[in-house]
Every structure is written in C-alpha cells, then in structure tokens.
C-alpha cells in the first residue's frame, strides 16, 4: 500500500529547507541582478555558496557522485520547501533545466563524460543546457528535428539553429540534440555534448536572450546557432539514433519536478493572501468572512491538497521503476493548470495590490504561468494522456493494482 507518512527525518529536512529560503533567499528577492532575463549568473554563484555553507547543494546527487540518492517522494518534500521561492531551487542547485540534465547525465554518461560534463553541474560550479526546441522544427513535436550532425572522421559537425534554450548564455555543459544524416549507420536523432567554454570547440553563438514574462530561470531563454560545432565522436551520450527514447527518460521525472517546486511558489502564494483576508477589513469584517473571498481560498486549499496527492502518487510510480510516463503526463497537465489558477484567484483576493510588486504574488503568477508550457504544453500532454488510453484503456476504470477492468 502507498504510505502517506512523512517520516520525522524528512519532515524535519523539508522545515530546515525552508527556514533556509525564509532567511537567505528570499530578500535576495529584490535583488538588482535578477532582471528581466531572469537571475544573472553572479547572483546565482553567490545564492550556491549560501547552500553549499548551509550543506543543501545539490540534494539530488546520486550515491554514484558521492549524493544519498534520495527518492522521489524525498524529492517531492524536498523541492517543494524549496520552491517557497523562485530563487531557492537556484541556490540549492535542483532547478530546471539543470536538474533534470543532471538526472539524464547521471544515467548515460560513461565515467570519462561525467568527469567533463557532470561533476561541474553537480558542484555547482557550471550550468548545463538540454537544447532541443527549434524555432521551425522540433518542439512539442521533437520528430521535426532539423538541426544536423554529420560525421567528419573523428568527430561530428553540427549546423541549426535553436530557440527558448533555457539558461544558454553562459552555460558549460551542453547536451545538443541533432539530426546524424549522411552515409552513417545509424543515423537519426542523437545527443551530443558539449564545452560551452571551450574555445576550441567554436561553433556555438548565442544570438540573443528572449525577452520572456518569467524571470525565474538563470540567464533566461536564448536563441542560438550551432555554426559547424565540432565535437569529437566520444562526445555521443548513450547511443546514436536514440535521442528521443533518452529525451522521455529524461521528461517523465522533470515534468514532475516542475510540479514539485511550483507547488512551493503556489503555497507561498496562498499563504500571503490567507494572511491577507484575514487582516483586511471590509463591509464591517475581515474580507476572509465574505464568502466571495473566503470560497476562493478554500478552492485553492483543494487544489493545493489534489496537486500534492497526484506528485506524490507519480513520484511513487517512479520510485517503483516503473516509467511513469502515463502518470507524469497526468500530473503534469493537471498540477500546471491548477497552480496558475491558484495564483490567480490569490491575487483576487488581494485586490489591486496583487498586481503590483508589493508583494511576491506578482511575481509568482508571471513565472508560473510559463509552467503550463515548460516540457510540454497542457495540450500535448492530453493527447498522449488519449493516445494512451485507445491502446490500453482507462487506467481510473481499473481496480486499484489491477491490469484489468
């Protein structure tokens, strides 16, 4: 059976995480260096070293990088403690898109790979990008893919073009999906790796960083050109031909991540507008009392409550080994639309002040809303949640543990 008990250790790991964004992150809140290009890469170095002192650093690193190999569930106290603020899984080193990539390279890299490409993402030291989106081919659809890798003896050649390439300018570590076309056996979508830093690779331009509603992710999107990068063939992570199996190897734990660390941003949310109701008074009471307002934070409190079950429930799946595709799509669609909702329904509650930057809610309402896009669109996901069923059938139709109806 699911067990829904938080044990004490935990418990306690998730209110010290939290003490520690009170305290250290959040005035960092107005700090000049997050811009509108999100947090610049300054800020984050300094909010790192203020986790690393507290020992909070990278809490996801595995025992094969010297890390407790939390689960799932763990993950899912522990991130959401984090996600109080934008700025804490930043600090603590579990935010996207470098989580994740940490996750996949975890998984695929050989003992050389790591040594270059991982252990700097996990020390905190280097950034990491996933650029896959194209501004005409792969996004939603990753089969579109149109950037191209060809092999030139020992090495590969990539040309294309990229967009919404979330934390590219600055970054380290590059995992690069393109398309290996011409005479190899096999061919097809394949992951790359690459140096950021390195001069002597060449080849990767930042042509800008997008102008986006969010700023909660370091350096923000950018839009970039591999102009004939040139990487050695031992820079192949996992298997030529295999990009789009790894990709979803990849999605189905960070989609759900997301969840977990906005679920933090939404309770935050909650809380300062429940406090809000409580104080403020109108037509001869605390507006908390007036049903209008009092419903709207009891909605929210529902949904807070459901979105919490559902990541709980996938991070179980995962933790079981199973995929969990079916599930993370599920709570991905369902916990993204229900958190921009309660956000929503926060800043009516706080009326006009909601709007302004009085208070954070502002904030959290324009980050999270890029939430129902990140890693798939709401829509997306619904017609692989549909897909899904024609071939199998409904899963809620099932008894619970069964493979029958």
Excluded at 122 to 134: C, I, N, P, W, Y
Excluded at 254 to 267: D, E, P, Q, V
Aim: with cysteine.
């Amino acid at each position: 059976m699911i067990d829904f008990s938080v044990p004490p250790e935990l418990t306690a790991l998730g209110e010290r995480v939290r003490r520690f964004v009170i305290d250290s992150i959040v005035p960092y809140e107005r700090d000049p260096r997050l811009t509108q290009h999100g947090p610049n890469d300054e800020l984050r170095q300094e909010l790192v070293e203020l986790a690393r002192k507290e020992g909070l650093l990278t809490p996801q690193a595995s025992t094969r990088f010297g890390g407790k190999g939390i689960s799932h569930i763990e993950q899912s106290v522990i991130y959401e403690a984090a996600g109080w603020s934008t700025l804490g899984p930043v600090a603590m080193n579990c935010a996207a898109p470098d989580e994740g990539n940490m996750f996949l390279l975890d998984k695929l890299t050989t003992d050389e790979q790591a040594e270059v490409f991982l252990k700097p993402v996990l020390d905190g030291t280097v950034r990491s990008v996933f650029a896959m989106t194209e501004p005409g081919g792969a996004g939603s659809d990753p089969s579109q893919l149109l950037t191209e890798a060809r092999r030139d003896g020992d090495s590969y050649v990539i040309s294309g073009r990229k967009w919404l390439i979330t934390g590219a300018n600055g970054a380290g570590t590059w995992i690069v999906m393109a398309n290996v076309v011409g005479d190899e056996n096999p061919t097809g979508p394949t992951l790359f790796l690459a140096k950021g830093d390195d001069p002597g690779s060449g080849g990767i331009v930042i042509e800008r960083v997008m102008n986006s509603m969010d700023r909660n992710y370091v350096e923000g999107h950018g839009v970039v050109v591999f102009d004939d990068l040139r990487v050695p063939a031992s820079n192949v992570l996992g298997e030529v031909g295999e990009a789009m199996r790894y990709a979803q190897m990849r999605l189905a734990p960070a989609r759900l991540t997301h969840a977990m660390r906005w679920l933090g941003a939404a309770s935050r949310a909650q809380h300062i507008a429940l406090e809000h109701a409580k104080t403020r008074t109108a037509f001869g009471a605390p507006i908390i009392d007036h049903q209008g307002v009092g419903f709207l934070l009891a909605d929210n409190e529902i949904a807070l409550t459901q979105c919490r079950l559902a990541i709980w429930h996938t991070a179980w799946i995962l933790d079981q080994g199973h995929k969990g595709r079916h599930e993370s799509s599920i709570s991905k669609a369902f916990v993204s639309e229900e958190l921009f909702k309660v956000v929503d329904r926060c800043i009516q509650v706080m009326g006009g002040i909601g709007v302004t930057d009085e208070t954070p809610i502002e904030m959290i309402f324009r980050d999270i809303r890029g939430f129902r896009l990140y890693d798939g669109p709401t829509e997306v996901h619904k017609y692989a949640i549909i897909r899904r069923m024609n071939h199998v059938g409904s899963a809620a139709a099932r008894v619970p543990g069964s493979d029958t109806i």
